[in-house]
């Protein structure tokens, strides 16, 4: 069992920055592979960013790749998502979830979420 709890959200001018933490409990977080998703209102949730369990790998979706980053410090049970360059588009709520050794960009494929941090930027 892994519950992880986001935050970091909040509202942003178009250009600025923002850095999500996604903390999360027990003792096998570090063999979780973990991934950022976000859900715009009336749109699907659609993959952002994942991390490999241990940190050896990283993956993005296209739209921000270059503005956004994925990392981990598993001695904090903690993953990032540092965004760069924030664009109005990029407003929603954004999640993460862990998933046992593989990383995926499928949602369907990560069995524990957190509750989300809602990202709001302005233009």
């Known amino acids: 069992q892994v519950q992880l709890v986001e935050s970091g959200g909040g509202l942003v001018q178009a250009g600025g920055s923002l850095r999500l933490s996604c903390v999360g409990s027990?003792?096998?977080?570090?063999?979780?592979?973990m991934g950022w998703f976000r859900q715009a209102p009336g749109k699907e949730r659609e993959f952002v960013a994942a991390?490999?369990?241990?940190?050896?790998?990283?993956y993005y979706t296209d739209s921000v790749k270059g503005r956004f980053t994925v990392s981990r410090d598993n001695a904090k049970n903690t993953v990032y998502l540092q965004m760069n360059s924030l664009k109005p588009e990029d407003t929603a709520v954004y999640y993460c979830?862990?998933?046992?050794?593989?990383?995926?960009?499928?949602?369907?494929?990560?069995?524990?979420w957190g509750q989300g941090t809602q990202v709001t930027v302005s233009s």
């Open positions: 979830a862990a998933r046992w050794t593989r990383a995926s960009m499928i949602p369907n494929e990560y069995k524990y």
């Open positions: 027990g003792r096998t977080f570090s063999s979780y592979a």
């Open positions: 991390i490999t369990w241990n940190g050896d790998y990283t």
